[in-house]
């Protein structure tokens, strides 16, 4: 009895087995795939997936790539449909339908653009590289050392045939052709110098700015600021020519020689406030620069009238000297100034 069970349960096994492959392989069926043939590339290069068949289910997208085998052969084109960007090397096909793909490479397009200078140590540039032919390429100075200055592009190879835009500008582009092309970017010996500021009086500067090398010809500016209680008089070397001398902040051409100058500093004058009898000063004096509104008062004591104000010693003006609050306008010099007072009365 044990044996037949066993050789029962043995069939039934084998019946189930057998009926879940046959659903499998109905689920399986029931899926489309369709076939892409990758062919042998025209020109040296590589593809990815590899020459031959490959299968993706309907509605997938199949990635595609090609890479040139050296440098000296580019990528073109794909050819076959539903490729989404044919003149891309890295793209997709949408697998729809059966198709056929092909990269296409070329040799002999790509060519050398050697950049260089006339100078070796005038500066630095941008576009040396390889490329293919009839490719808009940009040249440019990316920097001009000091002492040198770009003047033009020069075709040195070929000796013609090659387009620059323009050949004047320091960023321009060129059209390679279909062969090896040299171009030297020329450059001018200029020349510089350097340039060294000190102050008349160290304690009536603040700061000096503009030091530094420049190249000949080349616009400098510099600046001068004031310590408190000083100012800026002017500045001073007799070979420059100043855009303004009396300016804090000017500028001048630089020479093909080092230079030194001198900003000239000079203490604000002094406004002293005295009081005659009678009477008293309500407001301060101190340091204050040229042309300066000072506001002065005084009040006079019982007994006592307000006669004036007077200038006593140094520049500067008085805008009402007969008021108790009026205005003193600083000259260059230090002034004082007295307030006048009698007894009695005032006249008014």
Not at 33 to 46: L, N, Q, V, W
Not at 83 to 108: C, L, N, P, Y
Not at 231 to 236: G, M, N
Request: charged share 30%; with cysteine; net charge negative.
């Amino acid at each position: 009895m044990k044996k037949y069970f066993i050789i029962i349960l043995l069939v039934v096994t084998a019946v189930s087995l057998t009926g879940c492959t046959d659903f499998l392989n109905i689920q399986s069926a029931s899926k489309d795939y369709h076939d892409m043939t990758m062919e042998e590339p025209d020109g040296r290069g590589d593809v990815t997936p590899s020459p031959g068949r490959h299968s993706y289910e309907e509605g997938t997208t199949a990635p595609i790539s090609a890479e040139p085998e050296d440098e000296d052969s580019a990528f073109i084109r794909w050819e076959g449909d539903e490729v989404a960007e044919t003149s891309e090397k890295h793209t997709k096909v949408m697998m729809g339908s059966d198709v056929t793909i092909k990269a296409i490479f070329a040799e002999d397009i790509v060519r050398r653009l050697r950049l260089e200078n006339n100078i070796s140590t005038a500066g630095e540039l941008s576009g040396s590289g390889r490329y293919n032919m009839e490719e808009e390429v940009e040249i440019s100075v990316e920097e001009e050392n000091l002492g040198y200055r770009f003047s033009e592009w020069e075709v040195i190879e070929p000796d013609d045939g090659v387009d620059v835009d323009d050949r004047d500008a320091r960023s321009t582009v060129l059209e390679m052709p279909g062969e090896d092309v040299r171009v030297q970017a020329k450059f001018e010996d200029v020349g510089y110098g350097k340039v060294s500021l000190t102050a008349s009086d160290s304690d009536g500067k603040d700061e000096l700015s503009g030091y530094g090398k420049y190249t000949t010809d080349e616009e400098v500016e510099i600046t001068a600021e004031a310590a408190s209680n000083w100012r800026f008089v002017s500045w001073i070397n007799s070979d420059l020519a100043f855009d303004d001398d009396t300016a804090s902040q000017t500028t001048f051409d630089m020479p093909d020689e080092d230079i030194e100058i001198e900003a000239e500093f000079a203490h604000n004058p002094h406004l002293e406030l005295e009081a005659e009898t009678g009477g008293e000063i309500t407001s301060e004096g101190g340091r204050f620069a040229p042309d300066t509104r000072v506001e002065i008062s005084a009040n006079f004591h019982e007994g006592y009238s307000f006669e004036g104000w007077t200038v006593v010693d140094g520049d500067g003006s008085i805008s009402a000297p007969s008021e108790l609050e009026t205005t003193f306008t600083m000259g260059k010099e230090d002034a004082k100034i007295k307030a006048e007072f009698k007894e009695g009365p005032n006249s008014d």
